[in-house]
């Protein structure tokens, strides 16, 4: 069974930087692909980043150059580092783990980017 429980979110000022962690069970963590997805209010869940078993990487444009996805497949954790927040950063981001055709999520943590 797969839990993916994050942490990391929290209210930063804009231009602020913020880390969220991922925790994954099970044993599939190494070979499957790993994501962060966000969900504003009133908007569609989208990609914010998502990093294969290999290393490639995926990022959507709007965090492209701010925002680094980055796991540690010894201790099953999956980071999102964020820098120079924009208060269109703000919403509930979610860890995802793919594999073979299944999706699993985590509950979410809030993101709040405001002055």
């Known amino acids: 069974q797969v839990q993916l429980v994050e942490s990391g979110g929290g209210l930063v000022q804009p231009g602020g930087s913020l880390r969220l962690s991922c925790a994954a069970s099970?044993?599939?963590?190494?070979?499957?692909?790993m994501g962060w997805y966000r969900q504003a209010p009133g908007k569609q869940r989208e990609l914010v980043a998502t990093m294969t078993s290999g290393g490639n990487t995926v990022y959507a444009d709007s965090v492209k150059g701010r925002f680094t996805i980055s796991r540690d497949n010894v201790k099953n954790m999956v980071y999102l580092q964020m820098n120079s927040l924009k208060p269109e950063d703000t919403a509930v981001y979610y860890c995802?783990?793919?594999?073979?055709?299944?999706?699993?999520w985590g509950q979410g943590t809030q993101v709040t980017v405001s002055s």
């Open positions: 995802n783990l793919k594999f073979v055709g299944h999706d699993y």
């Open positions: 099970g044993s599939i963590f190494r070979i499957a692909v």
